[in-house]
């Protein structure tokens, strides 16, 4: 089982252990600078101008009552901002046409002296507009729905297996029922941001970002620089949790900025314009069919969902996949079905995919359980697989089954009253419910170096990013071990791409994908020093390692984390207001890398399930086509108020088919399945069904009402 | 010299201006931005921030958290969402918790602002963490947000901090909150439990979620 | 934000002198809805006249029993006031209900009775909004309205009113005090704040360059039992979805005052005189509660996507009302 201790014992493995946050220091004393943070000589300010309809052609643009604010440098608009080649990503391509494929696209960027001039020059910026009719709502029959080849990471776009129509028709116990997820907004604290600024012939960047690797050979491309003359760090990152995974426009505003004015330039996206500029995750529909026999063993699964995506590129969240790993099921088909509509661009957040889809199908598998009266736990555990359903191939490790027992254990689920409804405080309502978890082992090749230096200490660089997740000092930890020698002797050198190329920290993949580099590049300095009686020569030892061709190996293993979580919810009858008083999860993820850092992750994620089931929602206005829940007073990310006691904990799992390290990655999978549990909890305290987030006091109690009547 | 002009205190604290451009030190707003602002658009104010004492000209339009970011370079101040809807950018005003985003600096002169680097100062000497090799030195708070993992991408963790301290200091001043008992006796010190902990901290969103964590270090730190 | 001339005013008088002097002068109070709305762009002043440190501080005894609480006075220190908390439980309950600690450490009595409304379409200058620009339109009629009124409303705007503090003060039958170019007056809170109708751009009865300088806390409601509840989103620093403050004497067995209003749920601070008219000289039982209660609920009219407000308010107020009953059942 976990265990925190205060110390790592002598001798032990710094693997594991929960070591301090390496950076911790300068965060709690505010001398960590982030993007925005870097006072250069000459600096300005970019802000940009939002397109106000949906669907259109900037008709005109008239800077000059900008031009005219005391500080504006500059306006930057379609008709003449710097021409940078093609992207890849068509998000990037801002100021190049005067076309307005979404509500929030960027139509222009005024650089001033100061923010305030800067902003002052944005609002006076004119903006007349050719607007065209806007299509904005998704319905689940929407006629240019499409089943998409690929839908987000790969994944394709439709599975059958068998024939679950028949399957499902001839079922004992069916649920046919529909969910819907709305769409959500990642709102990292720190709101996308760069500064771009010429040293001598290099371009440097600080970017607020995932992968600083990304956003040099995006800008290495655009602007046809050889990567070599660019720089960009990402020292310390204000969160990301998917909206900074890629480049997103202020990296290419701010340099296109300082192109134009030769300054340098900051481009913080003001955070009413992040929901639309900066990917969001798209609304989910659902159809969810579970058929079994009177054992409660699935005979069809069907799960069926339909989301939209932009005008400007096809992203389809992979909501069905998880179906296609949980429970055995002869008769299977997941399918997504995707709408192109006049929206922003939706991108990833937290575990895409597996969220929405988790909480579709971890509701369903509730109702099942209710309309088969059984234990929800036993009911998951009755339809555990041998391998993962839809490849055929074995897992690598599954303690799901162990998860649910230990979680309902420190839960005491034993103790609970399956009949809903039934417990009363007051105008309280209380339920309790469960929901498993499932999050796929990503991993992608990277680069990193260790060196020895005389002095007895190591140096391991890579260009990792810490956003939140404790890189810094995990990646130290695995050096450590893997070289042997104490965790103090061992800096780490990460965020910036003058050090080893690395992949992004997305996919809840960096610490796998890092860890397995700085390993082997450690395991190889030891072997050198090993030829030179443990003794350094002068000026150092220095290895280079390279995992391409490795990690990216097709493994023969359906590689996943597994979890369980069980939350407590008080529903109130007078006011539909619900708020959790207890989440508990617990989880097999492999080997946990850094326990303190790993339980904060864990209730991070939980945290945002609870808010992705209670309070967050974003509606699509359908007469201006953009979210009425723009800024941070109207999109209810969970307060401290909402989050009283989670717990987070987990099995010692090993698994020597992931990484050498044998972890599995923990950032993604604390979101899959919470807000199912939340829901399941809220079903057990009042005995309605909801089917749509957030269950905020409109819905509860409006469904509360309608149960009573 | 005529213009936007920037005087640091002579304090036993005092430090040269971290600013490096502008025609005179800590030119607010740039420069070049207040060359051309009508007069009648700035103004001169005084603040002592962090025990420094500060006279700077300033854009009327700029705000606390502009200020100390971008004239004086003390950036631990974050800017989350510019209108008061996320409390990253939490300082205390002449010793109360405020958003610094919605204070125009030219209404604060002659106030005394404490930031999150200067958080060890309010501390006893003795309950104070020197820094280790020449570093800052710690407040209580700041060494229990270190030992409780309180924070991860580090963002809003400047305004939990200055908000859990302002947060303390109202409690022992008996300022009740929504979760405080109404029948509580006015005037007494408010004990705070977690609940009241959480109540109060409830302006500080942070997305990570380290809200259990951050509730413990508070704890820690309890009178 | 276009760039603005700062004056500090060293009275009522010299400030209300300087509004006259310099018009579409905002007064800065705290500033922390002002400043917010002209980052937006909804507030354009060429002046800010910053009345933050005139002598409006503190809450003073009046004579006949009441309180009066000047405008400038933070409304964590109002929150905080033994006097308030004491005799106004329901003022001092809204009041931290609101906001959060950082923001009603800086938000001013007057300031709270001035804020404007939080509908997006106010708040995004793109977009149609008669109150910002009459005759541009109501985007919220046909729009994203949930949050929106369901009392009063009209079809140039269904905007609601977002304080906490006001709607207790209007239970409580407080008074607006005011001071301008014509002199001193008063003015009830409940009329305070006005109905839409066909000038939504009005959002209260002050007259041009006319300044708060403190609201009277009635000696006829001191003292007596009064509550507050919000329901909201989240837990904790969020607006009200709906909201009830209640004042209830009862003697003898018998509600002899009632003071009740509703928030988050008109254009202003709805006080619902038929429910408080219902219940004088009604026992205080729960069947009198909900037959007062609903026959204001009868009033409502709600929108397309918000109808949940009519009985959300239904449940808060006859929380509140039961709430309060049991205590004046029993005098201490």
Request: net charge negative; glycine share 10%; charged share 25%.
């Amino acid at each position: 089982m976990d265990s925190v201790a205060a110390q790592t014992p002598a001798g032990s493995p710094a693997v594991g252990a929960p070591a301090e946050r390496r950076e911790g220091r300068e965060k709690v004393t505010g001398r960590a600078r982030y993007a925005a943070e870097h006072p250069l000589p000459g600096r300005a300010y970019g802000w940009p101008v939002a397109a106000s309809v949906a669907r259109g052609r900037v008709r005109s643009l008239d800077t000059s009552g900008a031009l005219e604010q005391p500080g504006v440098l500059t306006v930057l608009t379609p008709a003449d901002a710097p021409r940078p080649a093609e992207p890849d990503d068509p998000t990037l391509r801002v100021l190049q046409d005067d076309r307005v494929p979404h509500h929030g696209w960027f139509v222009a960027l005024v650089v001033g002296e100061s923010l305030e001039a800067a902003r002052a020059g944005a609002a006076a910026v004119r903006v007349e507009y050719a607007a065209e009719e806007h299509d904005v709502l998704l319905t689940a029959d929407h006629p240019a729905a499409y089943t998409p080849e690929r839908a987000n990471g790969g994944n394709a776009g439709r599975r059958l297996r068998g024939d679950p129509e028949a399957a499902f028709a001839a079922a004992a116990t069916r649920v046919d029922v529909s969910y819907r997820v709305p769409p959500l907004h990642n709102h990292p604290m720190e709101p996308h941001t760069s500064t771009a600024h010429w040293d001598g012939d290099r371009l440097r960047v600080y970017a607020s970002t995932q992968g600083a690797t990304t956003v040099r050979a995006t800008l290495a491309a655009l602007f046809e620089l050889p990567e070599e003359r660019i720089t960009v760090t990402a020292e310390h990152v204000g969160g990301g949790f998917g909206s900074k995974g890629t480049p997103r426009p202020d990296v290419v505003l701010a340099t296109m900025a300082t192109l134009r004015t030769g300054r340098p330039v900051t481009v913080a996206i003001p955070r009413r314009m992040l929901p639309a500029a900066t990917g969001h995750r798209a609304p989910t529909l659902h159809r969810l069919r579970l058929g079994s026999g009177p054992d409660g063993r699935l005979a069809g699964l069907l799960h069926e969902v339909t989301t939209y995506t932009s005008r400007v590129k096809e992203f389809t969240e992979q909501a069905a996949v998880p179906a296609r790993v949980m429970y055995a099921v002869p008769h299977s088909l997941t399918e997504h079905r995707v709408v192109p509509l006049d929206v922003p661009t939706p991108s990833w957040m937290r575990a895409p995919g597996e969220a929405p889809g988790m909480y579709a199908l971890e509701s369903a598998m509730d109702e099942l359980a209710t309309a088969l009266n059984r234990d929800p736990v036993e009911l998951r555990i009755a339809n555990e697989p041998d391998a993962e359903p839809d490849s055929g191939k074995p897992f690598s490790s599954r303690h799901l089954v162990e998860c649910l027992r230990e979680g309902a254990r420190r839960f005491g689920w034993s103790a609970r009253d399956p009949r809903p409804g039934t417990r009363r405080e007051g105008a309280l309502l209380i339920g309790t419910g469960v929901a498993a978890a499932t999050y796929p082992v990503l991993v992608a090749p990277s680069a990193a170096s260790a060196e020895a230096l005389p002095d007895g200490t190591f140096v391991v660089r890579i260009n990792a990013t810490d956003i939140g997740t404790g890189a810094r000092t995990i990646l130290a930890q695995v050096a450590a071990d893997a070289l042997g020698v104490p965790l103090e002797r061992v800096r780490s050198e990460v965020g910036s791409t003058d050090l080893p190329p690395a992949p992004l920290a997305g996919g809840s993949s960096g610490s796998s994908s890092w860890g397995w580099a700085v390993h082997q590049a450690c395991a190889e300095l030891a072997a050198r020093l090993a030829e030179h009686s443990g003794r350094v020569p002068e000026g150092g030892l220095r290895t280079l390692a390279d995992t391409k061709g490795t990690a990216d190996a097709e493994s023969p293993y359906a590689r996943h984390a597994f979890g369980a979580h069980f939350a407590e919810v008080a529903v109130d009858t007078a006011t539909g207001e619900t708020r959790v008083r207890r989440l508990l999860g617990v989880f097999a993820a492999g080997r946990i890398l850094n326990a303190r850092t790993a339980r904060s992750q864990l209730v991070g994620g939980m945290t945002m399930g609870l808010g992705m089931a209670l309070t967050e929602g974003s509606t699509t206005d359908p007469v201006f086509g953009d979210f009425a829940e723009s800024d941070l007073a109207a999109y209810h990310v969970p307060s401290h108020a909402d989050v009283p006691d989670v717990e987070a904990h987990w099995l010692d799992e090993e698994d020597p088919h992931t990484n050498p390290m044998g972890s599995k990655g923990i950032g993604e999978i604390g979101i899959v399945g919470s807000a199912a549990a939340v829901g399941n909890a809220v079903h057990h305290a009042t005995g309605v069904r909801f089917r749509e987030l957030p269950l905020t006091p409109d819905r509860v109690l409006t469904g509360l009402r309608a149960a009573r009547r | 010299m005529d213009g936007p002009h920037h005087e640091t205190g002579t304090g036993d604290r005092a430090r040269e201006s971290a600013r490096p451009t502008g025609p005179g030190p800590g030119a607010s707003g740039g420069g070049g931005a207040l060359g051309t602002l009508p007069d009648a658009c700035r103004s001169t104010t005084t603040l002592r921030v962090n025990g420094v004492s500060h006279t700077l000209t300033v854009d009327n339009r700029r705000v606390l958290l502009d200020l100390l970011r971008e004239d004086l370079d003390l950036v631990g101040a974050k800017k989350g969402c510019d209108h008061g809807q996320c409390g990253a950018c939490t300082v205390l005003l002449d010793g109360r918790r405020v958003n610094s985003c919605l204070l125009p600096a030219v209404a604060l002169d002659g106030c005394e602002v404490t930031t999150v680097e200067g958080l060890p100062a309010l501390a006893p000497p003795e309950d104070r963490e020197d820094g280790e090799n020449g570093g800052d030195p710690l407040h209580p708070l700041q060494r229990a947000f270190l030992e409780r993992d309180a924070f991860q991408c580090g963002y809003c963790t400047p305004g939990q901090l200055c908000s859990a301290v302002g947060a303390i200091a109202e409690a022992v001043a008996g300022h009740p909150s929504h979760v405080t008992d109404p029948a509580a006796p006015s005037g007494e010190p408010v004990p705070l439990t977690r609940e009241e902990i959480r109540e109060r901290l409830s302006g500080n969103l942070c997305r990570c979620a380290a809200y259990p964590h951050i509730v413990e270090a508070v704890e820690d730190v309890l009178p | 934000m276009k760039p603005f001339a700062y004056l500090r005013a060293g009275s009522v008088e010299e400030a209300v002198d300087a509004h006259a002097a310099h018009p579409g002068a905002r007064y800065l109070g705290g500033g922390t809805n002002l400043i917010d709305l002209m980052k937006l762009e909804v507030e354009r002043p060429p002046v800010l006249i910053d009345v933050s440190r005139l002598p409006l501080e503190g809450v003073r005894e009046l004579p006949e029993g009441g309180l009066w609480a000047g405008a400038t006075v933070r409304n964590s220190d109002l929150a905080a006031h033994p006097a308030v908390r004491d005799r106004y439980p329901a003022l001092s309950e809204a009041l931290l209900a609101g906001a959060s600690g950082q923001l009603r450490n800086v938000a001013t009595t007057g300031g709270n009775l001035l804020q404007r409304t939080r509908c997006p379409y106010f708040q995004d200058v793109t977009k149609p909004c008669n109150k910002r620009e009459p005759g541009s339109g109501c985007g919220a009629l046909e729009g994203v309205h949930r949050d929106h009124a369901v009392f009063g409303h009209s079809r140039h705007c269904v905007a609601t009113h977002p304080s906490d503090m006001a709607v207790a003060l209007a239970a409580l039958d407080a008074r607006v005090e005011l001071y301008g170019t014509e002199g001193r007056r008063t003015v009830p809170v409940a009329e305070f704040h006005r109905l839409p109708g066909e000038h939504p751009e009005r959002d209260t009865e002050i007259r041009p360059g006319e300044l708060i300088t403190g609201v009277v806390l009635p000696a006829a409601t001191a003292g007596l039992p009064s509550a507050y509840r919000k329901a909201r989103d989240r837990a904790s620093y969020a607006f009200a979805l709906a909201s009830v403050a209640a004042v209830l004497e009862v003697a003898d067995g018998v509600v002899r005052r009632a003071g009740i209003a509703f928030g988050g749920v008109a254009h202003r601070p709805w006080r619902a005189r038929r429910a408080e008219e219902a219940l004088v000289g009604a026992a205080p039982t729960e069947d009198a509660f909900e037959h007062a209660v609903d026959l204001e609920l009868a009033a409502a009219s709600p929108l397309r996507d918000n109808a949940f407000k009519v009985p959300l308010t239904r449940g808060l107020a006859l929380d509140v009302l039961t709430r309060l009953a049991p205590r004046t059942a029993s005098p201490a």
